[in-house]
């Protein structure tokens, strides 16, 4: 394993479970120093835990990223536990209300609003501000999704329209400060070996055999690879990304 993050701190949301986890290990394997942040504290520490039990450095540090006194104070506790703010991801999202648009609740909307699109601008806001002030800058990346810029599937709009969302605006982040040496691009999976990809009903073997048809790579993606897609965008290798949408979903969107 290379070591491109030794240094580093990197701070990623949504961190208890599935893509923001395997995020945060990745990151950790390389040498980084990670602050995993989410709402609920024990699967947070729960990855803490990991990254710990192979020699890495992290901290737990529960948050809501709808709340910006709360995102403004996760910025700041990484900055203060680990000197600085080199890397973030900004990976908490939620899916719900599916079904056509005549019928898609309000609440159903304004909660995917609140955590996929303004919990994003929130998280950006916090880390650019941190980030600018720095000499060496920083690299953010977003999690968005092949749905919606890429793709668009029926019974999914308000998720739909979030995620283009956060692809348009980590496009207009990226041009607006990358003059304050603030690098901005989103890594946009398809469907992962997560929970959020299961049907209704449907367990992860049901899922492999739908993959076979669905996908042309004949599979979903492994959380691995999707974190190496991440750290790519992060890393020096990627130095002349800026508002690239790296879309990973084995072909579905194509």
Do not use: C
Not at 13 to 35: D, H, K, M, P, Q
Not at 116 to 135: C, F, H, K, W, Y
Not at 193 to 211: F, I, K, N, P
């Amino acid at each position: 394993m290379s070591a491109r993050f030794t240094g580093k701190s990197v701070l990623v949301t949504g961190a208890g479970s599935g893509i923001g986890r395997a995020v945060a290990l990745a990151f950790a394997a390389e040498g980084a120093a990670v602050a995993v942040a989410g709402r609920t504290a024990a699967p947070l520490d729960e990855t803490v835990e990991l990254i710990e039990k192979e020699g890495g450095r992290a901290v737990a540090v529960t948050a809501d990223v709808t709340r910006s006194e709360d995102v403004r104070a996760m910025v700041r506790r990484t900055v203060e536990h680990f000197g600085g703010l080199d890397v973030a991801v900004n990976n908490a999202g939620v899916f719900r209300g599916g079904g056509p648009v005549a019928d898609l609740a309000e609440e159903d909307w304004r909660s995917l609003l609140d955590t996929n699109v303004t919990g994003v601008l929130l998280s950006l806001q916090a880390e650019i501000a941190a980030m600018r002030d720095q000499p060496g800058g920083g690299a953010i990346v977003n999690i968005s999704s092949n749905l919606g810029a890429h793709a668009r599937i029926p019974g999914a709009a308000g998720y739909l329209t979030t995620k283009a969302a956060v692809s348009a605006l980590t496009r207009a982040a990226a041009l607006d400060h990358i003059a304050d040496g603030v690098r901005i691009n989103a890594v946009s999976p398809g469907p992962a070996a997560t929970t959020m990809s299961l049907r209704r009903g449907e367990d992860d073997a049901d899922r492999a055999v739908r993959m076979k048809s669905e996908s042309p790579l004949g599979r979903v993606s492994s959380t691995a690879e999707i974190a190496a897609a991440v750290l790519y965008l992060a890393s020096p290798d990627a130095a002349s990304a800026v508002g690239t949408d790296l879309v990973i979903d084995g072909g579905t969107s194509a």
